[in-house]
């Protein structure tokens, strides 16, 4: 026997247990759904107490990803509550339904997760431009804000004693920046203003126990290591050494070849002769070949 096809979505598979869904108005471009809590308890932040004290009530409107092209938002009652710790400095706590909802944010965890994940792969105002195309309402700026908050909240990267260095611009020609990476994870430590040795030397001054670099061919970095840890062992990285070696090759290429190069005529046969066989191969394939030798 068939099992029945299923029709209808129940949203809440979507939302934390917590929220309880009551209303759903719809028009042509947005859906508003209507939630409330329903939590009994809440785990303060700062000491980490579970309460179950209501402090009182507040109310959020959201976003939330798009459905089918139509904006989302969401229009919650929550409560706040009072820790019960008499040794805790925190007077409410809000809920965050276990990571659905942040404090102060105007949307939902994973509709931010989701505009971070495509900023990084395209940039923050193309962000903004396929967001509104689906129907989320964000800025350039705001998109900016968002991913130098998740940077703020990212651990910082552990300084072992590999390091890779070197520079990139953020405008070409004129702002250069230095970057310094972990040299077995390859995830970035720090990015410094400026590529100059003096640059680098204060990074140094504070991270003496880095004992190898990697490091591109340019001058300035080099004599910042040699002058700050003279004992660390610097390596030319493999891809300024294919650079520097495909530089070389058409340098040389470049003065050793004359500037115009003349084809001799016996070679022009040969390819006349290869020309005339790929155009008969081609013939073959499209069947006109066929045709006029039954025509003729
Ligand atoms: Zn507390």
């Not at 959020?60 to 459905?67: A, E, F, M, S």
């Not at 900023?119 to 705001?142: F, N, P, R, W, Y």
């Amino acid at each position: 026997m068939m099992k029945p096809k299923k029709t209808v979505l129940d949203l809440h598979e979507f939302f934390p247990v917590a929220l309880e869904i009551y209303d759903i108005v719809s028009d042509e471009s947005q859906i508003t759904i209507y939630m409330k809590s329903k939590s009994k308890e809440c785990i303060c932040p700062a000491c980490g107490t579970i309460s179950q004290k209501h402090h009182g009530t507040y109310h959020r409107r959201v976003q939330d990803l798009p459905i089918l092209g139509k904006s989302v938002w969401l229009d919650i009652n929550a409560y706040e509550f009072r820790c019960e710790n008499p040794d805790c400095s925190n007077v409410s706590n809000v809920e965050t339904f276990q990571g659905f909802l942040q404090y102060r944010r105007r949307m939902t965890d994973r509709c931010a997760f989701f505009i971070c994940a495509l900023a990084l792969e395209t940039s923050c105002e193309a962000t903004a431009d396929i967001c509104k195309a689906m129907g989320i309402q964000v800025s350039g700026d705001t998109v900016i804000r968002m991913l130098l908050s998740r940077a703020e909240d990212c651990p910082a990267e552990a300084v072992g004693d590999f390091v890779g260095v070197d520079d990139f611009a953020h405008k070409k020609g004129r702002t250069y920046c230095t970057v310094l990476v972990n040299g077995e994870n390859h995830r970035i430590i720090d990015i410094l203003e400026g590529r100059d040795a003096d640059t680098l030397k204060a990074w140094l001054k504070e991270n003496r126990q880095v004992r190898r670099f990697t490091r591109d061919r340019a001058s300035s970095y080099a004599k910042a290591i040699s002058e700050i840890l003279p004992d660390a062992m610097q390596i030319a990285d493999r891809f300024h050494l294919h650079q520097n070696l495909l530089d070389c090759i058409k340098s040389i290429l470049n003065s050793e070849l004359p500037a115009r190069i003349k084809i001799p005529k016996e070679t022009a046969e040969p390819r006349q002769k290869i020309s005339s066989q790929q155009e008969t191969e081609s013939k073959k394939k499209s069947g006109t070949l066929q045709a006029q030798t039954i025509r003729t």
